[in-house]
């Protein structure tokens, strides 16, 4: 009987845990994500993922970011961004369910993935605290954190940290970073069709920064030129 009795504490023990260890794990990023609503994040998971990556082969190596405030960053970046990765950031709140069906019918078309449906609030979810893998408990957890920025912050807010700590190439971090890194100027001084080809980089940075002379990269650039101007700002 005391056995039958101890066992069944020792199921509940190892059932309740996991679950209040999960529970701290969401307040955890609750109250962070609250933090930020005033004060910018100093790096993020998957800066600091890629930090490590780049320090194996060369421990000296630096990341490039530098946080410039909204209002520095050039309107035409913005709408290029929302152009190209997030046409109905304005609208939604966190999640662009008509977008992840359609990413799904395309990738379920062509065999393998070739669209993603994420929008600018789940992949600054992602990058503030979750690893690059790809699992459905992740994706879970993406989900939760996504409603958890958009619960907390304004889309403008959102949209700021997003344009600074947003991955631009190898080790490069942020519009600033990236404008300086690609053509020298600030992120305030960006022109549509500089603005619009960092758009474009967005979903393969690391690959695009070896090959600025990509054929994809010059024709996609065009298109969100020509998008741009329906692009609505937060």
Same mark, same amino acid.
């Given at each position: 009987m005391k056995s039958s009795k101890r066992t069944r504490k020792w199921l509940l023990w190892l059932v309740l845990t996991p679950l209040v260890l999960l529970l701290l794990l969401q307040a955890y990023f609750f109250l962070q994500i609250g933090w930020w609503v005033d004060h910018n994040p100093g790096s993020t998971a998957f800066m600091r993922q890629q930090l490590s990556v780049l320090q194996e082969k060369n421990p000296n190596a630096v990341l490039q970011q530098k946080w410039v405030p909204y209002d520095r960053i050039s309107n035409n970046l913005k709408r290029a961004i929302i152009a190209s990765e997030d046409a109905n950031f304005s609208e939604h709140e966190g999640v662009d369910w008509e977008a992840m069906q359609k990413a799904y019918q395309k990738n379920t078309r062509k065999g393998k993935v070739v669209s993603g449906g994420s929008t600018i609030t789940q992949q600054l979810a992602k990058n503030l605290f979750l690893s690059g893998s790809r699992?459905?408990? #992740?994706?879970?957890? @993406? *989900? /939760?954190?996504t409603y958890m920025l @958009? *619960?907390?912050?304004e889309k403008e807010r959102i949209f700021e940290i997003y344009l600074n700590v947003v991955e631009w190439g190898n080790g490069v971090y942020g519009a600033e970073a990236a404008s300086q890194h690609y053509y020298g100027i600030s992120a305030a001084a960006l022109n549509q069709a500089q603005a619009a080809r960092l758009a474009v980089m967005l979903p393969d940075p690391r690959h695009f920064d070896k090959n600025r002379g990509s054929a994809?990269?010059?024709? #996609?650039? @065009?298109?969100? /030129?020509r998008r741009m101007g329906s692009a609505d700002l937060p």
């Open positions: 699992s459905y408990i #992740r994706k879970a957890q @993406e *989900f /939760v954190i @958009e *619960f907390w912050m994809y990269l010059e024709k #996609r650039t @065009e298109v969100i /030129v």
